[in-house]
């Protein structure tokens, strides 16, 4: 059974930095593309950022280009985001996605139940 | 990176059929076959009902079905059921991105 775990959520203050982490198991790690989407309560769905099976290719949202790094380590079956200079805008549950494929962007199969970032002062 | 566009909201009383569109442009919907969607129940985490446009994934009732013409993909639910009330969100890959994106969600409500 595919498991994803997501930790690391928490308060944190404008302009801090916070690292997510999503344990995963159940699967081949690295045999498979992930990603991190969010959701502020009671809106939709963003994609936050991507990273292929090797961590080599990835892709980050507009809204977090250059302030969020999205990493893995598949000899832990890991995967973890980086947020940098937090802004009370980036107040979300944080969800970890398991893609299909293996390069990119296919279709999302599995999801974590998600760890929540409050970023306020 | 625009979203695609959902309507807010949908309904639908139980037995009945609804269909949920989702707009996107020709580097999105209309060039690939990787439009999927999800449903959401509040508190819960997103869940994958139809994929590459019409597939649906083991365990997903055959009441759900997708489908596509030109920019706009579609989700139909058939013979609603109140558990099916719920909050779903379509997605495509993008050309411009090489990533993809999501639609803003629609909520639908089984009267």
């Known amino acids: 059974e595919v498991r994803l775990v997501e930790s690391g959520g928490g308060v944190v203050a404008p302009g801090r930095s916070l690292r997510l982490s999503c344990a995963a198991s159940g699967f081949t790690f690295d045999d498979y593309a992930m990603h991190w989407v969010r959701q502020v309560p009671g809106k939709g769905l963003e994609w936050v950022s991507g990273?292929?099976?090797?961590?080599?290719?990835?892709g980050y949202a507009d809204s977090v280009r250059g302030r969020f790094t999205i990493s893995r380590d598949n000899t832990k079956n890991f995967l973890y985001l980086e947020m940098n200079s937090l802004r009370a805008d980036d107040t979300a549950l944080y969800f970890c996605?398991?893609?299909?494929?293996?390069?990119?962007?296919?279709?999302?199969?599995?999801w974590g139940q998600g760890t929540l970032v409050t970023v306020s002062s | 990176q625009s979203a695609l566009t959902q309507p807010p909201s949908a309904s639908g009383s139980p037995g009945q059929s609804v269909t949920i569109p989702c707009t996107g442009t020709?580097?999105?919907?209309?060039?690939?076959?990787?439009v999927s969607w999800y449903q959401q129940h509040p508190g819960k985490a997103p869940k994958l009902v139809v994929y590459?446009?019409?597939k649906r994934p083991s365990g997903v009732p055959d009441r759900f079905s997708g489908s596509k013409s030109g920019n706009t993909a579609s989700l139909t639910v058939s013979g609603l059921q109140p558990e099916d009330e719920a909050d779903y969100y379509c997605s495509s890959f993008s050309g411009i991105t090489n990533w993809g994106v999501f639609g803003g969600g629609t909520k639908l409500t089984v009267l």
């Open positions: 990273a292929n099976w090797n961590g080599g290719s990835t």
């Open positions: 996605a398991k893609d299909s494929g293996s390069s990119g962007w296919y279709h999302f199969d599995s």
């Open positions: 020709g580097r999105d919907i209309g060039a690939f076959i990787y």
């Open positions: 590459e446009v019409n």
